[in-house]
Protein backbone atom coordinates (compact mmCIF):
# COMPACT_ATOMS: atom_id res chain seq x y z
CA UNK A 1 0.00 0.00 0.00
CA UNK A 2 1.60 3.61 -0.86
CA UNK A 3 -0.13 6.73 0.91
CA UNK A 4 0.54 10.46 0.51
CA UNK A 5 0.57 12.20 3.80
CA UNK A 6 0.19 15.94 3.87
CA UNK A 7 0.40 17.95 7.17
CA UNK A 8 -0.07 21.57 7.70
CA UNK A 9 3.53 21.94 9.51
CA UNK A 10 6.76 19.88 10.11
CA UNK A 11 6.58 16.72 12.33
CA UNK A 12 10.10 16.93 13.06
CA UNK A 13 11.39 18.54 15.06
CA UNK A 14 8.72 18.17 17.95
CA UNK A 15 8.19 21.46 19.37
CA UNK A 16 4.58 21.35 20.50
CA UNK A 17 1.69 18.29 21.03
CA UNK A 18 0.62 18.77 17.44
CA UNK A 19 4.26 17.64 16.20
CA UNK A 20 4.47 15.02 18.29
CA UNK A 21 1.43 13.82 17.71
CA UNK A 22 1.95 13.65 14.06
CA UNK A 23 5.18 12.19 14.52
CA UNK A 24 3.76 9.14 16.70
CA UNK A 25 1.52 8.70 13.80
CA UNK A 26 3.79 8.41 11.35
CA UNK A 27 6.39 6.22 13.03
CA UNK A 28 3.53 3.64 14.26
CA UNK A 29 2.03 3.78 10.39
CA UNK A 30 6.07 2.68 9.26
CA UNK A 31 5.55 -0.42 11.32
CA UNK A 32 2.26 -1.56 9.52
CA UNK A 33 3.49 -4.65 6.97
CA UNK A 34 1.00 -3.34 4.16
CA UNK A 35 2.49 -0.25 4.15
CA UNK A 36 5.28 -0.36 1.51
CA UNK A 37 5.96 3.44 0.56
CA UNK A 38 4.66 6.99 2.49
CA UNK A 39 5.47 10.00 0.72
CA UNK A 40 5.36 12.99 3.57
CA UNK A 41 4.44 16.11 2.58
CA UNK A 42 4.76 19.00 5.24
CA UNK A 43 3.85 23.24 4.77
CA UNK A 44 6.46 24.93 5.85
CA UNK A 45 5.74 28.58 6.92
CA UNK A 46 7.37 31.23 9.10
CA UNK A 47 6.35 29.64 11.95
CA UNK A 48 6.85 26.02 11.50
CA UNK A 49 9.57 25.66 9.29
CA UNK A 50 10.77 22.63 7.32
CA UNK A 51 14.37 21.73 7.77
CA UNK A 52 15.92 18.43 6.41
CA UNK A 53 18.45 17.84 9.02
CA UNK A 54 15.64 17.31 11.43
CA UNK A 55 14.78 13.98 10.05
CA UNK A 56 18.53 12.82 9.45
CA UNK A 57 18.11 10.66 12.86
CA UNK A 58 14.80 9.04 11.85
CA UNK A 59 15.42 4.96 10.38
CA UNK A 60 12.63 4.97 7.92
CA UNK A 61 13.72 3.99 4.76
CA UNK A 62 10.42 3.69 3.35
CA UNK A 63 9.44 7.52 3.96
CA UNK A 64 10.03 9.82 1.90
CA UNK A 65 9.85 14.10 3.24
CA UNK A 66 9.43 17.26 1.46
CA UNK A 67 8.87 20.69 2.91
CA UNK A 68 6.50 22.71 0.54
CA UNK A 69 7.12 26.77 1.44
CA UNK A 70 3.61 28.99 1.75
CA UNK A 71 3.25 32.37 3.25
CA UNK A 72 0.62 32.19 6.09
CA UNK A 73 1.32 35.76 7.60
CA UNK A 74 -1.90 37.69 8.41
CA UNK A 75 -2.64 40.47 6.32
CA UNK A 76 -5.53 43.20 6.94
CA UNK A 77 -7.08 42.99 3.82
CA UNK A 78 -7.82 39.57 3.49
CA UNK A 79 -8.62 38.65 6.84
CA UNK A 80 -10.92 41.94 6.95
CA UNK A 81 -12.88 40.67 3.69
CA UNK A 82 -13.20 36.85 4.95
CA UNK A 83 -14.82 38.63 8.06
CA UNK A 84 -17.24 40.18 5.60
CA UNK A 85 -17.73 37.13 3.47
CA UNK A 86 -18.25 34.61 6.36
CA UNK A 87 -15.19 32.61 5.02
CA UNK A 88 -12.37 31.02 7.69
CA UNK A 89 -9.22 33.13 7.19
CA UNK A 90 -7.66 30.39 9.53
CA UNK A 91 -8.07 28.01 6.84
CA UNK A 92 -7.36 30.26 3.88
CA UNK A 93 -4.04 31.07 4.49
CA UNK A 94 -2.66 27.55 4.53
CA UNK A 95 -4.35 26.82 0.98
CA UNK A 96 -2.35 28.09 -2.20
CA UNK A 97 -2.25 27.54 -5.41
CA UNK A 98 0.99 26.13 -6.03
CA UNK A 99 0.82 23.38 -3.27
CA UNK A 100 -1.98 22.36 -4.78
CA UNK A 101 -0.61 21.89 -8.39
CA UNK A 102 2.43 19.71 -6.43
CA UNK A 103 -0.22 17.85 -4.79
CA UNK A 104 -1.97 16.90 -8.23
CA UNK A 105 1.24 16.55 -10.20
CA UNK A 106 2.30 13.95 -7.44
CA UNK A 107 -1.14 12.21 -7.89
CA UNK A 108 -1.27 11.96 -11.43
CA UNK A 109 2.47 10.24 -11.42
CA UNK A 110 2.34 7.97 -8.51
CA UNK A 111 -0.45 5.03 -7.99
CA UNK A 112 -1.19 5.73 -4.43
CA UNK A 113 -3.87 3.85 -2.51
CA UNK A 114 -4.49 6.84 0.60
CA UNK A 115 -4.35 10.03 1.26
CA UNK A 116 -4.04 11.14 4.79
CA UNK A 117 -4.59 14.80 5.79
CA UNK A 118 -2.97 15.24 8.93
CA UNK A 119 -5.59 18.28 10.61
CA UNK A 120 -8.13 20.32 9.10
CA UNK A 121 -5.46 23.11 7.96
CA UNK A 122 -4.25 20.24 5.61
CA UNK A 123 -7.71 18.56 5.02
CA UNK A 124 -8.74 22.09 3.01
CA UNK A 125 -6.70 20.38 -0.03
CA UNK A 126 -9.58 17.98 -0.28
CA UNK A 127 -11.63 19.28 -3.46
CA UNK A 128 -8.22 19.95 -5.31
CA UNK A 129 -7.22 16.09 -4.57
CA UNK A 130 -10.66 14.87 -5.69
CA UNK A 131 -10.09 16.07 -9.12
CA UNK A 132 -6.79 13.69 -9.47
CA UNK A 133 -7.19 10.71 -7.45
CA UNK A 134 -9.99 8.34 -6.92
CA UNK A 135 -8.50 6.40 -3.80
CA UNK A 136 -9.23 6.95 -0.11
CA UNK A 137 -9.32 10.60 1.33
CA UNK A 138 -8.58 10.57 5.06
CA UNK A 139 -8.50 12.90 7.69
CA UNK A 140 -6.80 12.93 10.88
CA UNK A 141 -8.52 15.03 13.35
CA UNK A 142 -6.66 16.36 16.16
CA UNK A 143 -9.46 17.97 17.86
CA UNK A 144 -12.56 20.54 16.93
CA UNK A 145 -10.39 23.68 15.64
CA UNK A 146 -13.64 26.09 15.60
CA UNK A 147 -14.63 24.32 19.86
CA UNK A 148 -11.20 26.40 20.63
CA UNK A 149 -12.37 29.52 19.23
CA UNK A 150 -15.71 28.99 20.75
CA UNK A 151 -14.18 28.85 24.10
CA UNK A 152 -11.62 31.42 23.85
CA UNK A 153 -14.90 34.03 22.81
CA UNK A 154 -16.53 33.15 25.87
CA UNK A 155 -13.69 33.62 28.25
CA UNK A 156 -12.57 37.09 26.75
CA UNK A 157 -13.52 40.37 28.93
CA UNK A 158 -13.65 42.56 26.45
CA UNK A 159 -16.74 42.60 24.24
CA UNK A 160 -15.63 43.52 20.52
CA UNK A 161 -13.04 41.41 21.41
CA UNK A 162 -15.02 38.63 21.82
CA UNK A 163 -17.45 39.46 19.28
CA UNK A 164 -14.74 39.14 16.80
CA UNK A 165 -13.44 35.60 18.20
CA UNK A 166 -16.76 34.55 17.81
CA UNK A 167 -17.55 35.16 14.32
CA UNK A 168 -13.55 33.20 13.76
CA UNK A 169 -15.59 30.22 15.40
CA UNK A 170 -18.30 30.11 13.71
CA UNK A 171 -16.81 30.76 10.37
CA UNK A 172 -14.31 28.18 11.32
CA UNK A 173 -17.32 25.71 12.33
CA UNK A 174 -18.66 25.48 8.86
CA UNK A 175 -15.49 24.69 6.77
CA UNK A 176 -14.88 22.12 9.65
CA UNK A 177 -18.09 20.56 9.06
CA UNK A 178 -18.01 20.76 5.61
CA UNK A 179 -14.73 19.14 4.97
CA UNK A 180 -15.88 16.10 7.61
CA UNK A 181 -18.78 15.65 4.74
CA UNK A 182 -15.78 15.46 1.76
CA UNK A 183 -13.37 12.70 3.20
CA UNK A 184 -13.91 8.78 3.40
CA UNK A 185 -12.87 8.30 6.28
CA UNK A 186 -11.75 10.59 10.16
CA UNK A 187 -9.73 9.57 12.39
CA UNK A 188 -9.95 11.84 15.52
CA UNK A 189 -7.55 11.34 18.59
CA UNK A 190 -10.25 11.83 21.30
CA UNK A 191 -13.28 9.57 22.05
CA UNK A 192 -15.01 13.04 22.81
CA UNK A 193 -14.37 14.41 19.61
CA UNK A 194 -15.38 10.99 17.65
CA UNK A 195 -18.73 11.12 19.10
CA UNK A 196 -18.92 14.78 18.13
CA UNK A 197 -18.45 14.17 14.83
CA UNK A 198 -20.29 10.73 14.50
CA UNK A 199 -23.57 12.37 15.32
CA UNK A 200 -22.85 15.07 12.81
CA UNK A 201 -22.06 13.54 9.37
CA UNK A 202 -22.11 10.32 7.24
CA UNK A 203 -18.64 9.73 7.12
CA UNK A 204 -17.12 6.44 8.59
CA UNK A 205 -15.26 7.60 11.73
CA UNK A 206 -12.83 5.92 13.92
CA UNK A 207 -11.73 6.47 17.05
CA UNK A 208 -7.78 6.35 16.79
CA UNK A 209 -5.16 7.05 19.56
CA UNK A 210 -2.01 9.03 19.42
CA UNK A 211 0.37 6.39 20.81
CA UNK A 212 2.84 7.39 23.53
CA UNK A 213 5.75 5.40 23.89
CA UNK A 214 7.24 3.55 26.68
CA UNK A 215 10.54 5.09 28.07
CA UNK A 216 12.67 4.65 31.09
CA UNK A 217 12.61 8.02 32.47
CA UNK A 218 10.74 8.05 35.80
CA UNK A 219 9.46 11.28 37.69
CA UNK A 220 12.21 12.54 40.26
CA UNK A 221 9.59 13.85 43.00
CA UNK A 222 10.86 17.11 44.36
CA UNK A 223 9.16 19.08 46.90
CA UNK A 224 7.31 22.53 46.61
CA UNK A 225 8.00 22.56 42.93
CA UNK A 226 4.72 22.70 40.13
CA UNK A 227 5.31 22.87 36.22
CA UNK A 228 3.61 23.44 33.16
CA UNK A 229 4.84 22.88 29.90
CA UNK A 230 3.24 24.17 26.36
CA UNK A 231 3.70 25.38 23.24
CA UNK A 232 2.76 29.44 24.19
CA UNK A 233 2.25 30.52 20.65
CA UNK A 234 -0.99 28.37 20.88
CA UNK A 235 -3.65 30.89 22.55
CA UNK A 236 -5.35 28.03 25.40
CA UNK A 237 -1.83 28.14 27.04
CA UNK A 238 -0.81 31.47 27.13
CA UNK A 239 -4.65 32.17 28.71
CA UNK A 240 -4.23 28.97 30.90
CA UNK A 241 -0.98 30.54 32.42
CA UNK A 242 -2.39 34.27 33.30
CA UNK A 243 -5.03 33.01 34.87
CA UNK A 244 -3.44 30.24 37.10
CA UNK A 245 -0.57 33.43 38.09
CA UNK A 246 -3.57 35.53 38.12
CA UNK A 247 -6.05 33.50 40.37
CA UNK A 248 -4.36 30.24 41.96
CA UNK A 249 -0.68 30.53 42.58
CA UNK A 250 -1.09 33.67 44.88
CA UNK A 251 -3.54 31.73 46.94
CA UNK A 252 -1.14 29.17 47.42
CA UNK A 253 1.87 31.41 48.14
CA UNK A 254 0.15 32.14 51.13
CA UNK A 255 0.50 28.75 52.73
CA UNK A 256 3.44 27.90 51.38
CA UNK A 257 5.80 30.95 50.07
CA UNK A 258 8.64 28.54 49.05
CA UNK A 259 6.39 27.23 46.44
CA UNK A 260 7.93 27.68 42.92
CA UNK A 261 6.24 27.39 39.49
CA UNK A 262 8.56 26.45 36.27
CA UNK A 263 6.83 26.98 33.03
CA UNK A 264 9.07 25.83 29.87
CA UNK A 265 8.04 25.12 26.13
CA UNK A 266 7.86 27.24 22.97
CA UNK A 267 7.70 30.83 22.99
CA UNK A 268 7.44 30.54 26.54
CA UNK A 269 9.81 33.46 26.89
CA UNK A 270 6.68 35.53 25.03
CA UNK A 271 4.82 35.44 28.22
CA UNK A 272 4.14 38.79 29.36
CA UNK A 273 6.69 40.61 32.22
CA UNK A 274 3.60 41.05 34.31
CA UNK A 275 2.90 37.96 34.91
CA UNK A 276 6.41 37.20 35.56
CA UNK A 277 5.89 37.12 39.35
CA UNK A 278 7.55 36.07 42.70
CA UNK A 279 8.45 32.20 42.48
CA UNK A 280 7.48 32.00 38.42
CA UNK A 281 10.56 30.71 36.95
CA UNK A 282 10.40 30.88 32.92
CA UNK A 283 12.99 28.21 30.94
CA UNK A 284 12.17 28.88 27.76
CA UNK A 285 12.30 26.22 25.18
CA UNK A 286 13.86 23.16 26.53
CA UNK A 287 15.07 20.31 24.44
CA UNK A 288 14.09 17.29 26.37
CA UNK A 289 10.73 17.86 28.25
CA UNK A 290 10.60 14.71 30.05
CA UNK A 291 13.84 15.72 31.61
CA UNK A 292 11.84 19.46 32.66
CA UNK A 293 8.32 17.72 33.81
CA UNK A 294 10.29 14.63 35.83
CA UNK A 295 12.71 17.20 37.63
CA UNK A 296 9.82 19.62 38.42
CA UNK A 297 7.12 18.38 41.04
CA UNK A 298 3.28 18.35 40.28
CA UNK A 299 2.35 18.87 36.46
CA UNK A 300 -0.68 21.38 36.60
CA UNK A 301 -2.47 22.63 33.45
CA UNK A 302 -5.14 24.84 34.07
CA UNK A 303 -6.65 25.64 30.07
CA UNK A 304 -9.98 27.09 30.12
CA UNK A 305 -10.22 26.21 26.53
CA UNK A 306 -9.44 23.63 24.03
CA UNK A 307 -10.66 20.57 22.51
CA UNK A 308 -9.29 17.10 21.86
CA UNK A 309 -6.32 14.96 23.55
CA UNK A 310 -3.45 17.48 24.87
CA UNK A 311 0.36 15.66 23.85
CA UNK A 312 1.87 17.27 26.44
CA UNK A 313 -0.09 15.62 29.62
CA UNK A 314 0.03 12.31 28.08
CA UNK A 315 3.65 13.27 27.98
CA UNK A 316 3.53 14.06 31.87
CA UNK A 317 1.34 11.09 32.84
CA UNK A 318 3.71 9.06 30.66
CA UNK A 319 6.83 9.30 33.03
CA UNK A 320 4.29 9.37 36.18
CA UNK A 321 3.85 12.41 36.99
CA UNK A 322 1.05 13.44 39.42
CA UNK A 323 -1.24 15.63 37.16
CA UNK A 324 -3.39 18.22 38.60
CA UNK A 325 -6.23 18.73 35.56
CA UNK A 326 -8.91 20.80 34.51
CA UNK A 327 -11.97 20.18 32.78
CA UNK A 328 -10.39 21.75 30.02
CA UNK A 329 -6.78 20.08 30.27
CA UNK A 330 -8.67 16.15 30.66
CA UNK A 331 -10.94 16.82 27.65
CA UNK A 332 -10.86 13.31 26.05
CA UNK A 333 -9.59 11.04 28.78
CA UNK A 334 -12.11 9.14 30.50
CA UNK A 335 -10.00 9.15 34.17
CA UNK A 336 -11.99 11.05 36.54
CA UNK A 337 -11.75 7.38 38.45
CA UNK A 338 -8.21 7.84 38.70
CA UNK A 339 -7.15 11.53 38.68
CA UNK A 340 -10.18 14.54 39.88
CA UNK A 341 -10.70 16.64 36.97
CA UNK A 342 -11.63 19.92 38.48
CA UNK A 343 -14.49 22.16 37.31
CA UNK A 344 -13.69 25.67 39.31
CA UNK A 345 -10.59 26.74 40.68
CA UNK A 346 -11.51 26.32 44.38
CA UNK A 347 -11.41 22.69 43.70
CA UNK A 348 -8.23 22.89 41.82
CA UNK A 349 -6.77 25.32 44.06
CA UNK A 350 -7.60 22.40 47.25
CA UNK A 351 -6.38 19.37 45.38
CA UNK A 352 -2.94 20.73 44.42
CA UNK A 353 -2.50 21.68 48.79
CA UNK A 354 -3.50 18.15 49.77
CA UNK A 355 -0.91 16.87 46.99
CA UNK A 356 1.74 19.24 48.31
CA UNK A 357 1.67 18.02 51.63
CA UNK A 358 1.17 14.57 50.90
CA UNK A 359 4.23 12.53 48.50
CA UNK A 360 3.36 9.12 48.96
CA UNK A 361 -0.47 10.52 47.35
CA UNK A 362 1.32 12.58 44.95
CA UNK A 363 3.63 8.94 43.94
CA UNK A 364 0.46 7.07 43.48
CA UNK A 365 -1.25 9.31 41.29
CA UNK A 366 1.72 9.38 38.96
CA UNK A 367 1.80 5.71 39.17
CA UNK A 368 -2.09 5.21 38.29
CA UNK A 369 -1.59 8.05 35.42
CA UNK A 370 1.32 6.12 34.24
CA UNK A 371 -0.17 2.82 34.02
CA UNK A 372 -3.64 4.17 32.24
CA UNK A 373 -1.40 5.54 29.55
CA UNK A 374 0.24 2.38 28.77
CA UNK A 375 -2.91 0.59 28.37
CA UNK A 376 -5.12 3.56 26.79
CA UNK A 377 -2.05 5.25 24.38
CA UNK A 378 0.30 2.58 23.77
CA UNK A 379 1.31 1.72 19.62
CA UNK A 380 -0.07 -1.76 19.59
CA UNK A 381 -3.00 -0.41 20.04
CA UNK A 382 -2.72 1.86 17.20
CA UNK A 383 -1.59 -1.14 15.08
CA UNK A 384 -4.52 -3.06 16.33
CA UNK A 385 -7.13 -0.23 15.22
CA UNK A 386 -5.48 0.73 11.94
CA UNK A 387 -5.41 -3.44 11.01
CA UNK A 388 -9.03 -4.21 12.06
CA UNK A 389 -10.87 -0.66 11.12
CA UNK A 390 -8.92 1.41 8.70
CA UNK A 391 -6.69 -0.51 6.26
CA UNK A 392 -9.19 -3.22 5.68
CA UNK A 393 -11.83 -0.58 4.22
CA UNK A 394 -8.59 0.84 1.91
Known amino acids: MKVLVLSHKPPYPIVDGGCLAMSRFLLDLSELNRVEKVDYFTLSTHKHGFNASAYEHLSLPNITFQGISIDTKIKLIPAFYSLLTQKSYHTKRFFQSHVAE ?3 EKLTSNSYDVVIFESLYAAIYTPIIRTAFNGKICYRSHNLEFRIWED ?4 EKNPMKAWYINQLAKSLEKE ?11 LPISQGDTAFIEQATK ?3 HYLPSSMPKNNKEMVWTENRMCFLGAFDWEPNMEAIKWFIDEIFPILLKDNPTL ?3 IAGRKSTDIPTEY ?10 VEDPLEFIA ?18 ILEAMSIGAPCVLTTKAAEGLSIESIIPVHKNKESFISDIQALLKNKENCIQRGKHGKQYIQTHFSSELVYEILEEQFLPSV
Open 295 to 312: KNGLFVAGLQSGSGIKMK
Open 102 to 104: ILK
Open 260 to 262: EFH
Open 203 to 205: TKV
Open 176 to 186: ERSIWNQVDVI
Open 152 to 155: LAKN
Open 276 to 285: LRKNVIIHGF
